[in-house]
């Protein structure tokens, strides 16, 4: 029987090995279908802004212009500046905010950090301040909640002849959506079939 278990172990070690030398030249430079996705940082009166397309000075400050502004629009529409160059903006699906209060990821840390707790040896865990020392520690890594903003706009394109649909995903610091950290501005003509 260790025999017939050496043999067939042995065997799939050398097929593991021997098995991608096998694979044919022509999957290893197959290009992906998915559309790769450059990205620009930039930042502007402190505010980070990461975009798929090379935006100009110009661009940039329409598109801060347009984030600060978004909560002073009753609308909900965005009208008034436009992030490219050539043409009015319109929004296209109307500004949602939403919180993640990241509950689950709070308890998946807590979990990691009971199971830590039960392998430090029982002499530490029976000291007050060790125990207080492991509570802070936990509580220390409390992961905040996330305030998020996002819309689709689009705009045309006096150069591509052509509307362009750019989605917008704003990240808050504050609950009431005022104050921005950072932006992700992608076009995403793709989406949308054009």
Not at 24 to 47: C, G, K, P, R, W
Request: charged share 15%; with cysteine.
């Amino acid at each position: 029987m260790k025999n017939i278990f050496a043999f067939s172990l042995s065997l799939i070690i050398l097929f593991s090995f021997v098995a991608p030398s096998f694979a044919s030249i022509e999957v290893s430079n197959e290009t992906s279908t998915q559309q790769e996705v450059d990205e620009h940082a930039y930042s502007f009166n402190e505010l980070e802004i990461i975009s798929n397309t090379i935006l100009t000075e110009q661009e940039i400050e329409n598109l801060y212009n347009e984030v600060m502004s978004i909560n002073t629009l009753n609308s909900g529409g965005i009208t008034a500046y436009g992030p490219i160059s050539g043409g009015s903006t319109i929004t296209e699906i109307a500004p949602i905010y939403r919180t993640y209060k990241n509950t689950g990821v709070n308890e998946a840390k807590n979990l990691i950090f009971a199971y830590m707790m039960k392998k430090i040896p029982k002499k530490l865990t029976d000291s007050v301040f060790a125990n207080w020392l492991f509570v802070k520690l936990n509580s220390w890594s409390k992961i905040s909640p996330t305030y998020v903003g996002s819309w689709v706009s689009s705009s045309y394109s006096t150069a591509e002849k052509k509307r362009n649909y750019h989605a917008t995903v704003v990240h808050y610091g504050k609950s009431n959506y005022t104050s921005p950290k950072s932006v992700q501005y992608f076009q995403c003509n793709y989406w949308f079939g054009k």
